[in-house]
């Protein structure tokens, strides 16, 4: 009986229509879940408990990421810690540990600046609806003796003088890396080799094959027993998208040669894509997910027998960088073209030599200096080549439409050989990387920078690119602004004018200036802060006093300089055809008079002067210019109570219409000859 459904199984893993008939219930059933794919979470203080499944500190956050397990499934808490408490933090926080707390359960904001990391969906990727942040936990030692054995393999790596690379490679656990190495080995196109993947697993089940082989010819037992190796140290990884997923293909293939169903690697790979997104639909959003199936497509798929192993890893490095192409562009919006001769140097390097090594030394200590020589000469080498000429070429954002019609071209050109198709495609690609040189369109985007100030202006064919202020010193708002800019093709700023010295305008302004070229930088003219005394020390060559543009009007309106720091603020006036805006900077209603008496304005959309504090937005402003929009760029929660309920009572008296970025993220102005239209990302 057994052997009669073990023989149908076996027809119906071997028919085409079966595969057809999976895929598409597979995207049925991904496009179903994704219908509605966030569930309301208030965010509120609750308690928890849970056993620590893994663990991973953040040393530069001072923060440690708990992964517990309780009847609930799995939750992601975030406990604070204080520097000095650590070492006796360390002794508490081991696998197998009961924690129990209190902490705020938080449900995190989608991007609400375009084309940057979505940690909301990335969450959603990885399983979770929310996070919680606690600063009062509880322990209980309720480890077994796999605990135990998993707490000595990690300390054990600990002391090693390489232990960041040794948890990594061998444990799967990426903590505390220098974000400049991570940045250079991400941008150099390797940063797959980081991760627990196929490559691994699979040198690991090859050689505990090839080891077993001596012992029994028979191929079963062989499988079996590299299987429940393999099972065994699976058991301590730390459990990511790459991994899951080969040891996902090991199973069916270690069920397939015990069944005696002789499927071929390309069938076991689409029904462990398809598990793999039943057990979790937002797979599609995480870029781990999408590298590690695209490469394992690519060499499942497309990858010939080679007689040379140059020409095999030659090929294999190719079609990498052609299937992770239009992923990397949508992520980093970057392009390495070095990256196919990295990949050719470093694949081989890493699984051939590092890693085998690794494992050796942990048996035999006296090959850790070798280790750490190869792991120096890895770093110098990346840093090397990433400095490269032309090893960072922006590429704007890459389409829906783009994105399948490249991978059907790619499809298309290596199945059927038609390698033309692909050489027409990339000239379609370039020419949709300079298409927005030809848009007539202009542009005016109110970033959402928090409790701050930044504002980029696109004058039509992007002839002219304005930003006004750059928000608070924070690092990651920085590179999102950065990644933004490059998101849209913009390689370059003609003007950044800096409205006056406070810290919410001008905090990111000299880390910009050296991540992004620059032409001319414009400041008030008033006293000057810190920050603009070194911008003026270290870029006087392009400090103006003027605006020149072509295909917009920008006009700075004079006012009469002061002893305040706000009503110094840069005045400008800008139009893009016929729709104009007035930006205030952090003004009071007396330098509005002074402008107000000074010129005849007309315009559209009001950039609310001080985020919409009671000192300006005057009654006589709103009522001598016909605004139809107000913007305010505010923060969430803020400190000051912006904006001031009299200001926002004003702007409705007079039929304003008030659009603020805490609710509406991002707000963008897309302005042609006879009409505008408004677009948001909110939270």
Known sequence: MEKHYTKKLKIILHSKIFYWVWILFVLFFVG???????????????????????????????????????????????????????????????????????????????????NTFNYCKYLKSIGYDYFIESRQISYYDKSSYHDKIHDYLRKRLDEKKEAIYYKTFLLGIKENWNQNTDKIFRENGISHLFVISGMHLGFLFSFLKSTIQRFSEKKKIQFLFAFIVLTFYYSFLTKSLSSERAYGFFLLLTLNELMNFNCTAKQLYLINVGLQLFKNPFLLFNIGFQYSFSLSFSFLFFSQQEKSKWKKILKKSLFAFLISFPITLNQSFTLNPWSIFNNIIMIPFVSGIVMPLLFFSLFFPYFENGVSFLLRGMEWWNTLFYNFPFSHISVPKMSFILFLCYYFCLFISICFKKRKILFFW????????????????????????????????????????????????????????????????????????????????????????????????????????????????SYKEKIVKTISTKLLTLTKLSHEISNNENDNSIILHACIYKTCTLFLGDASNFVEEEILNNYKIKATILKVAHHGSKTSTSEKLLKEIPFQYGVISVGKKNSYSMPHKSVTEKLKKHHINLLETRSLGTICFKIKKNQYTIFSFPP
Do not use: M
Request: with cysteine.
């Open 32 to 114: 179903f879940h994704l219908q509605n794919p966030y569930r309301n979470i208030i965010e509120e203080e609750i308690s928890f408990e849970g056993k620590i499944i893994e663990y991973r500190w953040n040393d530069q956050a001072e923060k440690v990421e708990l992964i517990l397990k309780n009847k609930k499934g799995k939750e992601l808490v975030f406990y604070s810690y204080q520097k000095e408490l650590k070492e006796q933090l360390k002794k508490e926080i081991r696998y197998g540990v009961l924690i129990k707390g209190i902490g705020k359960k938080i449900k995190p904001s989608n991007n609400t600046i375009p």
């Open 426 to 537: 990339c000239i379609f690609w370039l020419f949709s990387i300079i298409l927005p040189k030809f848009n007539s369109t202009g542009y005016i985007y109110f970033l959402d920078v928090g409790q701050g100030d930044c504002t980029l202006i696109i004058s039509p064919y992007q002839k002219e690119v304005i930003l006004i202020d750059t928000g608070n010193e924070n690092e990651n708002l920085k590179n999102n602004i950065v990644l933004f800019l490059k998101s849209i093709g913009i390689q370059k700023i003609n003007y950044l004018i800096l409205s006056h010295g406070d810290l919410d305008h001008t905090g990111n302004a000299l880390e910009f200036l050296k991540t992004i070229k620059v032409e001319k930088i414009l400041l008030n003219e008033g006293e000057k802060n810190e920050i603009e005394q070194k911008i003026e020390t």
